[in-house]
Each structure stands twice: as structure tokens, then as C-alpha cells.
């Protein structure tokens, strides 16, 4: 079956620090790719997605690379804020036509300190 | 503005009480989900739903049930088999594509007292 497999937190980063979170999955076919961030107390947001090998999705200053070859899709972003302290989740939907199949990994806590 | 709303943001359950949470939508999505979050975990999928009427069990579905009487709404009934109710609640949806990911409403918090 689908699978995801993210880096474990918690991650404790400076401002102005390089965040990578890593993300590896395992899926049959060729799946889609998300990445979803949630603030305390809050649902999830979708952050950035991608939809075939080598997209490069982006938003807000983080970016993630479809590696069909290493079946990964690691979070970066060049310079954190405060305001980036959040739960990332890494998530795969197989579109093979069932409604279910969106699959999450356990999320990374993030922290950034000023 | 288009979006999905739960409510309560806040519940409490006695002990052997049934619960009901509310998930509506007005983005005229076919697909609509049901997740409990515990803490420092993921997400598990609890019941989805595909199309009025019809429904299918997640991975826990287990001392819950649902409904999908209308297409914009999905409520979840925590009854009292379920044995560890205290949790966060979130309900999403997803349009026929899927290629925009899922939206997600913003969770609904259940504690049993």
C-alpha cells in the first residue's frame, strides 16, 4: 500500500535559518504530492503541490521537487520566520480513482525562535 | 467565500453520550473525509464519502458513524463504543480532480469529562 515517510521533528531553527524536511514515499503508480502546514489549533492548509516527476511546486517562499527517482519530496525554504512555526505534513493522493486514497505522513514540528 | 465549516470548535462528552460534529461545505465538492488527530500524530482517516448517500469506512471507523444526506454536508457521530473519543476532529473535501489537493475545514476539539 501507499506510504509516507517524514523526517521527525520536533525541528528547532534560528530566523533566517535553511529549513529541509524530508519526505519519502512509497505508492503505486504515479502519485500527487502535497504538502500541508498546520498552525496551533487549526486544520491544515495546503502549501505547495506537485503533480508529475520534476514539478517544482512553490509557495511562500518554500519550495518542493518531485523525485520520481528517489521517491522523495523534501520541504525547503532558504530563510525561516517566526511566523513559519507550524506542523508540516507531507501527503501523496494516488489517483487511481477511489476518493480515499490521500496519504499522510506524521508531520514535523517546527520551531523557529527570533 | 467558499470553504468548509466545522462546528462546535469546541466539544464535550460525558461518558456514554453520543456526540454529533457538523462538517458543511459550499464548494460544491463530490469527495468529503473524515480525519482524527491525536497529539504529536498524523492523521487517520476515519470515514469518506464519494457521493450522496453513500459512505465507506477508513482505517478506524469503529464507534462512529456518518451520513450524507446533501452534498454539502457530512456530520460525524462519535457514539459510545468509541472508547478513546478524545481527540481533534478534522473534515475535508476534495473536487472530482483531486489535482488541487484537499480543503480542509478547522477542526473541531472533543474531550470527554
Redesign the interface.
Known sequence: GNSVTQMEGPVTLSEEAFLTINCTYTATGYPSLFWYVQYPGEGLQLLLKATKADDKGSNKGFEATYRKETTSFHLEKGSVQVSDSAVYFCALSDLTGSARQLTFGSGTQLTVLP | DGG?T?SPKYLFRKEGQNVTLSCEQNLNH??M?WYRQDP????R?IY???IVNDF?K?DIAEGYSVSREKKESFPLTVTSAQKNPTAFY?C?S?DR???????????T?LTVV
Request: proline residues 0%.
Open positions: 468548509i466545522q463530490d469527495a473525509y504529536g500524530q498524523g492523521l482517516l469518506y464519502s464519494q465507506q477508513g478534522l475535508a476534495k480532480t483531486g489535482n488541487y489537493g484537499y480543503t480542509f475545514g478547522s477542526g476539539r
